[in-house]
């Protein structure tokens, strides 16, 4: 990362890896001194104390891991939905409302990606407050969830459970984001990795304590229950939460350099996240009723999504780590799409057996969810200016988020109403399986294809070494 050295009438004053321009500086010097002359008083110094190491130390890794965790639980729990759409629909009380219930973990879901420009501009342009911030938005979901405890109809839960819960997610989410990022610069996509595979990680276990919570409890009980291991477990790490650099370097950074908006790279990315994101959610979504309808039971469809997570935590960990070690993110993007790509034709289309299901969803969990991890990678191959980061990576979730929100829309035109088992895609699942298998192929090929296109005053690239 670049850090910027600027000469006073007097000393020489050292900004941090977050500064604007400058000569670049090697990611490995661990500390930076900050030393600002007086002009008043002769022979007089105020020395800052030196800002605590980048991309390691007690402190760094405390950040990260908070973060982790904070994107395990609450980010965990929306992506659970399942479970309590499958309970709602059982509920008498619920049935007249039933085609609505799964606006619920629509909203939930969509808000935070859908949100993510503007909560990051928030955050980029008030950093004093985004400790502020954090307190704002962890309340709202906590408190989402207890009002939805006591409401008696899929109305009262889509305003509780889905908006307020989604509003609060995406307003804390970005604040912490915006300090990992300050304490993570040369090993940025090994730690954005390691938050994106939290998802992956908690997916394997919530969604059976939920069950069991339903099954047991009810949703009211059930949601009070949730709400309460949330204010336990994640409430004390708030406090752990702080950004790396001084108020006054902060100050320095409050603007954004959109200057990346003009380059046609970052357009080919947002096109590729886009296609990607399209077809990214049917498999999670799916792949149980999919299992169900042939002969699998339900415990067997729940492994199925269970061994996807473990694949999506190694896959977003190792494609982070990679984009760190200087490989092309252009490269490794298209590899994550063409890979998804051929599990998607080859192995969920013919599947008519649990081996085959789950071969296919550690492969896809591990290439199509490595996808997201990009985001990082795609930012610095845009932009040289660290403030550009967090800006592009919401704007990417975002793109993405756009599939999430289409899903049942899109599968509602695409599923069949029959099934049979000889059939490709077991004939229920055919177009389905296809458009998620053309959106991974897309995905690659138009990142391909920008860099076999010709460009002005080149001849001959090999696209692979480019970027």
Known sequence: MATSTTQTSLEQFQLSSWTLSGPSR??????????????????????????????????????????????????????????????????????????????????AQGLSYLGGPFSASVAKRFPRYQRQQIWAGWPLCILGL?????????????????????????????????????????????AFGIIASAAGASGTV???IINALLKKYGYKTTLRAISVAMVILTGPLIFALKG????SERSTMTRTNWSFIGKPLFWVYCSSTLIQGLGFFFPAVYLPSYAADIGLSSTQGALILAVMAVA???????????????????????????????????????????????????????????????????????????SGVVATFAILVFLQGVGNVLVGPISAGLLEK??????????????????????????????????????????????????
């Open 26 to 107: 090697s990611p490995t010097q661990t500390s930076e001194i900050a030393v600002l002359s007086t002009n008043n008083f002769a022979s007089d110094e105020t020395v800052i104390p030196e800002l605590k190491p980048v991309d390691g130390g007690v402190a760094a890794w405390t950040v990260l891991i908070t973060a982790f965790v904070f994107e395990a639980i609450l980010w965990g729990f929306p992506i659970s939905f399942g479970v309590f759409e499958e309970y709602y629909s059982t509920i008498p009380e619920f049935k007249d409302s039933s085609s609505k219930i799964a606006l619920i973990g629509t909203l």
């Open 312 to 386: 999506q935590v190694l896959g977003q960990f190792v494609f982070g780590y990679l984009s760190d070690k200087h490989l092309p993110v252009s490269f490794l993007a298209t590899i994550c799409s063409f890979m998804a790509m051929i599990a998607t034709f080859g192995l969920w289309g013919m599947a008519k057996s649990l081996g085959l299901l789950l071969t296919f969803s550690i492969i896809f969990g591990f290439f199509a969810y490595g996808f997201a991890t990009m985001r990082v990678g795609m930012g610095r191959a845009v932009s040289d200016d660290p």
């Open 418 to 467: 029959t099934v049979r088992i000889d059939a490709y895609g077991i004939n229920m699942y055919k177009s389905l399986v296809i458009f998620t298998g053309g959106s991974m192929s897309l995905s690659a090929v138009v990142i391909v294809l920008w860099f076999l296109l010709p460009k002005k005053g080149e001849r001959g690239t090999i696209w692979i070494i480019t970027v």
């Open 146 to 190: 207890v009002c939805g405890s006591f409401t008696t109809t899929v109305n009262g839960l889509i305003l509780t459970q889905g908006i307020m819960y989604g509003v609060g997610f995406v307003t804390l989410y970005y604040p912490i984001i915006s300090m990992v990022d300050e304490w993570w610069v040369a090993r940025k996509g090994m």
């Open 244 to 247: 790396r650099l001084t108020h």
């Open 206 to 208: 919530m969604p059976l």
